[in-house]
């Protein structure tokens, strides 16, 4: 029985708490003044979380590698960036709900964080592997030099010599580039989450131990669901000097754990017994209440007893009557159990059965089927068909005809998790922001044909020019690169990795329509294509005596003059939060193009010298939010106009001018 506290709430440890759900990252560990150790606030990282300066470092118990300071920097700091719609590319524009993004997934993060804060499902990532090679597709700010690098870790002394050996496995400048690259990433992915969201993040031996470190700063140690063990290979690969390797890691972090549900593919079967009795398990005493356990038998008397057998522990605690097969005392048992006794009254309650066969008694838990069965975190063919590095493989060839990707992940694996945390959510947004050979596309395709869901994903990759990664690639992944290049030229585009993953997954998208010709006509197979640039507007730095006559013209707008009307649409759902897969119309009002988006979310209208009937006309539909252009407006007066119109007639209206 617990004590009262008799003492008001540490008012201290409370505000720690507060400050662990805000920034996990900046828990710590200290000793209080009897040497026990307890939770503490890291005030340096939580300093530095909130400051877009370097800060000096304090002593304490955390992770840290040369770099991790510029990378927090870096994820925080605010870009002058958008997102440029490509109907041309993309398909089924008008009606899809699945986005590809092309550009650094730092930057493209950093745009979703208002139109998808929480709410991302899950997130599938397969990061470069660190092979201890010095290139990096992804071109970070914090990224430095060999010598500065060396000067700030203290490898070179006085005299500019290294001290630690050229040896790409063990020089630690690879793991800090690593380990700030995904530092920033995942701080912003969190961000995307639902409470309940799930990140799945699979590696190899090289970065496991510090992305598990890395994980437990940004989602928090009490948030760590498992690391999944997947069976990558049908046969070991003898490479390693010391043991036969076929299995990689998948890591798994939650939101908040406590708002998930038990990850399941199965379900389990009626009739089924699961035995109570669970030797080498603790001894504790559980109670069957009258009438809850069917006997085989239908009339018996046992007076207590011993009823141990072998290994398995159990006493027969009271004398047990049965009638009609149910026993109409309660039974009594002390033994190793699977089962707490809440857990016996939550199965009791349910209405399932518990079945005694004979003696000695060994109850068993008949499952009235259909329950959620909780996934294994070993992943092999053996025991689910998530299949191996091969079958990924010979998909890609079946799709695109040869390897056109180095590594590609198979698709059950990925359909696997998915439908493992998305089987009670079957709308859920999933992401994938490494994409690559957009395997995790394909696998939502797979699954929503499969169970009739309606899953959308969002897909970021780096636009990698296939031609200048040719310049440095090793023997194997030339003949890749190669195939892609070849690829590239038979359907007529440049030569990117963001091209092959848009073909792959228009060919996997027809290719279940092909093959689900009942059931998958009216899945969306379709995606949005957005590119990453700089942003819409003119930037203007300035002063007044440093403006020239061929300067003046950008004064008469501040868009820049290659941008569409429809760039500067989804630039402004960006900027007001607003998701960039939803339905939108264009129509012409007084003679001027006015964009309804999802139904008065957002009415636009960038036209110049907007006459005052169409304002008024915009302004009698009510939408949430309009937008104009500045330049729309002859002067002051104009604007002010406008503003009144819209207090008469949509008064709860947002208006903003670009």
């Known amino acids: 029985m617990d004590k009262m506290r008799m003492e008001t709430q540490d008012l201290t440890a409370a505000n720690v708490e507060k400050i662990g759900e805000l920034f996990p990252n900046c828990i710590t560990e200290a000793r209080d003044e009897n040497g026990k150790l307890k939770k503490a606030v890291n005030f340096d990282m939580l300093r530095q979380m909130l400051s877009g300066d370097v800060v000096e470092d304090g002593e304490a118990y955390e992770f840290t590698w040369v770099g991790k300071k510029a990378a927090i920097i870096e994820a925080n700091k605010p870009i002058r960036k958008t997102l440029r719609p490509c109907p041309e590319e993309s398909v089924d524009w008008d009606t899809t709900e699945n986005l590809y993004i092309e550009g650094d997934n730092l930057d493209v993060l950093k745009l979703l964080q208002e139109s998808y804060l929480g709410k991302i499902k899950e997130i599938f990532i397969d990061p470069p592997y660190n092979t201890g090679s010095d290139r990096f597709v992804y071109p970070d700010n914090y990224r430095m030099s060999v010598d500065k690098y060396e000067t700030e870790a203290g490898f070179v002394d006085v005299s500019g010599n290294t001290l ?7 020089n630690p400048r690879f793991h800090s580039l690593w380990c700030s690259m995904m530092y920033s990433r995942l701080m912003l992915a969190r961000n995307l989450l639902t409470e309940d969201g799930i990140i799945f993040i699979t590696l190899d031996d090289g970065e496991n131990a510090n992305a598990r470190h890395i994980c437990n700063e940004i989602f928090g140690e009490t948030n760590f669901i498992t690391e999944f063990i997947w069976e990558k290979k049908k046969k070991p690969s003898f490479l390693h000097r010391n043991v036969g390797k076929q299995f990689d890691y998948i890591l798994c972090y939650a939101k908040n754990a406590l708002a998930t549900k038990a990850f399941s593919v199965d379900k389990t079967t009626q009739g089924k017994k699961y035995p109570v009795n669970n030797a080498g398990n603790g001894r504790n005493v559980i109670v069957f209440p009258p009438k809850t356990v069917r006997f085989s038998m239908k009339e018996a008397i046992f007076e207590p007893q011993d009823m141990s057998e072998g290994n398995i522990y159990t006493v027969l605690k009271n004398r047990v009557e049965v009638e009609d097969y149910f026993n109409i005392t309660e039974i009594i048992l002390d033994g190793e159990w699977r089962y707490s006794q809440e857990k016996i009254n939550e199965i009791i309650a349910n209405g399932e059965e518990f079945l005694i066969s004979k003696s000695p008694f060994r109850p068993n838990h008949v499952k009235v089927g259909g329950e959620i069965k909780k996934m294994k975190n070993v992943l092999s063919p053996s025991s689910y068909s998530c299949e191996t590095n091969e ?18 992940k198979p698709v059950k694996l ?6 493992a945390t998305t089987y009670d959510d079957k709308e859920a947004t999933v992401m994938d922001f490494f994409s690559g050979s957009a395997t995790t596309a394909h696998a939502t395709f797979s699954l929503n044909a499969k169970d009739d869901g309606k899953r959308r994903f969002i897909m970021v990759q780096f636009q990698e020019n296939l031609d200048k990664a040719m310049t440095s690639a090793k023997p194997g992944t030339k003949q890749v690169l190669s195939n892609a290049i070849e690829l590239c030229n ?3 585009v440049s030569h990117f990795l963001t091209e092959i993953g848009k073909e792959r997954i228009r060919r996997a998208g027809a290719k279940i329509k092909e093959e689900n010709p009942l059931t998958a006509q009216n899945l969306d197979t379709g995606f949005r294509v957005f590119k990453l640039d700089e942003s819409n507007m003119n930037d203007v730095y300035y002063t007044a005596g440093e403006y020239t006559q061929d300067m003046l013209s950008m004064m008469e707008s501040n868009v820049k003059s290659d941008r569409t009307d429809l760039d500067l649409l989804f630039g402004c759902l960006l900027e007001w939060g607003l998701p960039l897969s939803m339905p939108y119309k264009s129509e012409k009002i007084e003679g001027f193009t006015v964009h ?8 636009a209208c960038f036209d110049e010298n907007i006459p005052e009937a169409a304002i008024k006309e915009i302004a009698r539909r009510q939408p949430l939010r309009a937008v104009f252009r500045d330049s729309s407006f002859s002067d002051s007066p104009a604007k002010i106009n406008v503003g009144e119109i819209f207090k008469m007639l949509a008064p709860n209206t947002i208006v903003k001018v670009l």
């Open 164 to 170: 630690f050996a050229e040896n790409a496995n063990s």
């Open 596 to 603: 309804t988006y999802n139904d008065g979310d957002l009415i």
């Open 490 to 492: 038979q359907i007529g």
């Open 391 to 408: 079958d990924a493989a010979k998909q890609i060839i079946d799709l695109c005809g040869a390897t056109v990707f180095d590594n590609p």
């Open 414 to 419: 990925v359909e696997l998790l998915l439908e």
